[in-house]
């Protein structure tokens, strides 16, 4: 049986939803120096900062907030036609100091209990794979956890999130700019939003570098280069 600790956080919303409501899981890192700050945060209402679950270096779980009420984790976001995706989701913050203050390694540990975590959720609430997302994919321009260093092809092997086959199959020469508008084509079909499908903005570069953070973390660029395009290509048609 899976053991978690109740450590609850006055950061809710009160009403209490239905586990129809419940369709995602979003995965955070908590970007602070210390385990003992980034309780003290989750639990301070003026913070106005919560998760359902928090998950420490060691590997504890600790449940913060009920899973039928919304916890503060996702803020402004966006994914398929889902705003605001708090009132639709399960926000789970492993501790990782995060880019701002040494991103490290996740443990062995945290992964370990967050898969099992995670196969509880899934089973309870019927949560479709491919809603196991991170907090960059659904709030690209501001947010970058949990980065790169996030295993997902390791959750992806028990069904936690969508992930590509390599395919040796020769791509039709196009031209960049026909590439750029396939590519956001495809995002938009995976779900990410927050941009045009035909017209570049200044802010695509973001969403280019949340795809790679979360498929191609060895090669994060900021460019739609071929590997990033044909990533694109395979997911969108699965």
């Not at 209402?45 to 504890?60: A, F, M, P, T, W």
């Not at 402004?76 to 701002?100: P, Q, T, V």
């Not at 069904?159 to 084509?185: A, V, Y």
Request: some cysteine; overall charge positive.
């Amino acid at each position: 049986m899976l053991k978690i600790i109740s450590d609850p956080s006055p950061n809710f919303s009160k009403y209490t939803r239905s586990k129809k409501q419940i369709e995602f899981v979003i995965i955070h890192y908590t970007g602070m120096q210390s385990e003992i700050e980034t309780i003290q945060r989750l639990k301070d209402e003026r913070s106005k900062v919560s998760c359902h679950y928090y998950i420490d270096r060691k590997g504890l779980i600790f449940q913060m907030v009920k899973d039928n009420k919304v916890a503060w984790h996702a803020g402004k976001s966006k994914w398929k036609s889902f705003n605001n995706l708090n009132e639709n989701s399960i926000g789970i913050e492993l501790a990782n100091r995060g880019h701002e203050f040494g991103y490290q390694n996740f443990s062995k540990f945290q992964i370990s209990s967050l898969i099992n975590l995670c196969k509880k959720l899934k089973s309870k609430y019927m949560i479709r794979k491919e809603n196991f997302l991170g907090h960059s994919d659904i709030a690209p321009l501001r947010k970058l956890d949990p980065g790169e260093k996030f295993p997902w092809k390791e959750l992806s092997k028990d069904n936690f999130g969508i992930w590509f086959k390599n395919s040796k199959k020769k791509q039709t020469k196009i031209s960049q700019k026909k590439k750029e508008m396939l590519f956001f084509k495809n995002l938009y079909k995976i779900g990410y939003r927050y941009f045009k499908i035909k017209k570049r903005l200044r802010s695509d570069k973001l969403i280019i570098i949340s795809f790679q953070k979360h498929y191609l973390p060895q090669d994060v660029t900021g460019k739609i280069d071929q590997k990033t395009f044909k990533i694109s290509q395979f997911l969108a048609e699965t």
